[in-house]
T-cell receptor, first 116, second 111 residues
Framework: EAQVTQNPRYLITVTGKKLTVTCSQNMNHEYMSWYRQDPGLGLRQIYYSMNVEVTDKGDVPEGYKVSRKEKRNFPLILESPSPNQTSLYFC???????????????FGPGTRLTVT | GESVGLHLPTLSVQEGDNSIINCAYSNSASDYFIWYKQESGKGPQFIIDIRSNMDKRQGQRVTVLLNKTVKHLSLQIAATQPGDSAVYFCAENTWGNQFYFGTGTSLTVIP
């Protein structure tokens, strides 16, 4: 089954304790992205990656890191989490985007993170 | 950053009626627009997209209209069904692969 998986689905942690949220897709997609979703703010893009070893900042990259060492994986790293990073996080992937192909993104189920 | 907004945060419609969800965008250079549906507890799901060189695109029971003059996007759902109850987001993309999402409209279908 074609899908995007995220782990963990739920995480409660304390300020300053480094954490990683994993994202994996089995569709051989080149494009992957991380979003956070907050009430009243919709989804905001954190980072995206056009291909292996290529990553770019989105709208709200501060406090986050990503890596793309393999095509299927795109982990989100919070080196020193803070309470304002409490949010619902989504990973997404799509085929290579171009002027003639759609940007249809497939989203993972989400990771709810609470930082106390 | 971009500003993508929705006119109404909630919308209630009777089952069988047509639904119209609106979205305003601020960047006239945006060249690609997408509508997503998000059901409770799930990630967003692609519904339909449209490029800036078009003003209308139809899918199964859904139609997206794009008015570049007033920078307005709408999603029309025909014969709305209870399964259409969800939050709907519009998103825009400008000259690359960064996406900007609206805050969402919650659609409730009344049986």
């Amino acid at each position: 089954e074609a899908q995007v998986t995220q782990n963990p689905r739920y995480l409660i942690t304390v300020t300053g304790k480094k954490l990683t949220v994993t994202c994996s897709q089995n569709m051989n997609h080149e494009y992957m992205s991380w979003y956070r979703q907050d009430p009243g703010l919709g989804l905001r893009q954190i980072y995206y990656s056009m291909n292996v070893e290529v990553t770019d900042k989105g709208d709200v990259p501060e406090g986050y890191k990503v890596s793309r060492k393999e095509k299927r994986n795109f982990p989100l790293i919070l080196e020193s989490p803070s309470p304002n990073q409490t949010s619902l996080y989504f990973c997404a992937s799509s085929l290579r985007a171009s002027a003639t192909s759609p940007y249809e993104q497939y989203f993972g189920p989400g990771t709810r993170l609470t930082v106390t | 950053g971009e500003s993508v907004g929705l006119h109404l945060p909630t919308l209630s419609v009777q089952e069988g009626d047509n639904s119209i969800i609106n979205c305003a965008y601020s960047n006239s250079a945006s060249d690609y627009f997408i509508w997503y549906k998000q059901e409770s507890g799930k990630g967003p799901q692609f519904i339909i997209d449209i490029r800036s060189n078009m003003d209308k695109r139809q899918g199964q029971r859904v139609t997206v209209l794009l008015n570049k003059t007033v920078k307005h996007l709408s999603l029309q759902i025909a014969a709305t069904q209870p399964g259409d109850s969800a939050v709907y987001f519009c998103a825009e993309n400008t000259w690359g692969n960064q996406f900007y999402f609206g805050t969402g409209t919650s659609l409730t279908v009344i049986p």
